[in-house]
T-cell receptor
């Protein structure tokens, strides 16, 4: 099925551990992004990419790293997990521009991360 | 001041009621206005979008934008239990989507 696939769905980490959240889309979308969602804070942009080889920081990038080697994949790396990174993480994609019928983001189903 | 303000609710209504969900925003440069629906433990999904001011209708859903007041609304007619979800408004100033600002979401419960 076409869409955005995130793995894993759940993860528990110990403080200081590192891990990579995977995100893949099969819609040939140029733009991909990572958000975290926390109660009362809404969705906050961590990093985004406008195409393979191009990434940039969003609103809350500290403690996270990204790369975009292919159009399909956009992994998010937690360098040294902290309890403040406990959150639900969403990957989203969209084609660039504003073509009719292709507006808006397609979100993955999320990764629930707990850092203890 | 947050760029987008949204009442978190929860909002509880009986089945068949008309629901009004609202957001205010501060930046007059915003031109694209979106509503996402998010079911529990799922990712948000685009429900509707509008460009600039005016109304847009899609079935039981109507999106309304008042740029003079910086106020956007989503109306749900004949609400159903399946409409129970969190609704997020989202705004951006261009079609490029690089910077989309989301509201915090309003949780809606439709009681049978």
């Amino acid at each position: 099925n076409a869409g955005v696939t995130q793995t894993p769905k759940f993860q528990v980490l110990k403080t200081g551990q590192s891990m990579t959240l995977q995100c893949a889309q099969d819609m040939n979308h140029e733009y991909m992004s990572w958000y975290r969602q926390d109660p009362g804070m809404g969705l906050r942009l961590i990093h985004y990419s406008v195409g393979a080889g191009i990434t940039d920081q969003g609103e809350v990038p500290n403690g996270y790293n990204v790369s975009r080697s292919t159009t399909e994949d956009f992994p998010l790396r937690l360098l040294s997990a902290a309890p403040s990174q406990t959150s639900v993480y969403f990957c989203a994609s969209t084609p660039s521009g504003g073509q009719t019928g292709t507006f808006g983001y397609t979100f993955g189903s999320g990764t629930r991360l707990t850092v203890v | 001041q947050k760029e987008v303000e949204q009442d978190p609710g929860p909002l509880s209504v009986p089945e068949g009621a008309i629901v009004s969900l609202n957001c205010t925003y501060s930046n007059s440069a915003f031109q694209y206005f979106m509503w996402y629906r998010q079911y529990s433990r799922k990712g948000p999904e685009l429900l509707m979008y509008t460009y600039s001011s005016g109304n847009k209708e899609d079935g039981r859903f109507t999106a309304q934008v008042d740029k003079s007041s910086k106020y956007i609304s989503l109306f749900i007619r004949d609400s159903q239990p399946s409409d129970s979800a969190t609704y997020l408004c989202a705004i951006t100033n261009s079609g490029g989507y690089q910077k989309v600002t989301f509201g915090t979401g309003t949780k809606l419960q439709v009681i049978p």
